[in-house]
Every structure is written in C-alpha cells, then in structure tokens.
C-alpha cells in the first residue's frame, strides 16, 4: 500500500512560480512510475507531466512544456513539479498519481492505482 501526499500549493500572481511535493510512504514507491494531472473546476482532470521511475525520462503536456518540471528523488520517496511561468489557466487542483503495474510513466489517468488528495493551485491575474 502506498499513500500519497501532495504539498506546496498556494495562491501565486501570474508569471510566478511554485514547486509541488507528492511524498509518499511505502518502500515500493521508488520502482514506480508517477503522473501528476490536475482538475479544474467543471473540467475533466488532464495529464499534466510523468516521469519514470529512476527520473531519467518524463514528458510534459503540451500546454506545461517548457514552463514545469517534473523531478523525483527516490532515497526521499518524494516526486516534484516545479511550475514556472505560471498562468491563470494553470488554476486547478493538482494530484500525484503512482502506477503499481507500469514499467513506464503513461497519460492515461485509468492507469494510476493510488492518488494523493490533491493540492489546490490559484493564478491571479
């Protein structure tokens, strides 16, 4: 069993920054792969970045790339997103999400078996 908790959420203006924390318990935690996706009021959660489970690879949604970075330290057993940049369509709550039976990090949401409670991320304009 892995339980996860999202930290670092706030309220920033727009063109700042924050960095969210997935810590998680369990030391099974560090051989998978971890997804962070987020919600936004009446919109469908989305992918927003994955990573794999040594942190040599990752991918980005289009509409983060090049703004966050998605990083893990597996002696931690903490995932992190550092949002750059940021933008009030950025607003959302922001989950992290870890896959027991996945050898590489995916989009797919439905492929994620334990999730955090999420952390709430608001950008002022």
């Known amino acids: 069993q892995v339980l996860l908790v999202e930290s670092g959420g706030g309220l920033v203006q727009a063109g700042g920054s924050l960095r969210l924390s997935c810590a998680a318990s369990g030391s099974t935690f560090s051989t998978y792969p971890v997804g962070w996706f987020r919600q936004a009021p009446g919109k469908e959660r989305e992918f927003v970045a994955a990573?794999?489970?040594?942190?040599?690879?990752?991918f980005y949604a289009d509409s983060v790339k090049g703004r966050f970075t998605v990083s893990r330290d597996n002696a931690k057993n903490t995932v992190y997103l550092q949002m750059n940049s940021l933008k009030p369509e950025d607003t959302a709550v922001y989950y992290c999400?870890?896959?027991?039976?996945?050898?590489?990090?995916?989009?797919?949401?439905?492929?994620?078996?334990?999730w955090g409670q999420g952390t709430q991320v608001t950008v002022s304009s």
């Open positions: 990573i794999s489970v040594g942190g040599q690879s990752w």
């Open positions: 999400a870890a896959a027991s039976d996945l050898v590489l990090p995916t989009r797919r949401s439905d492929r994620y078996d334990y």
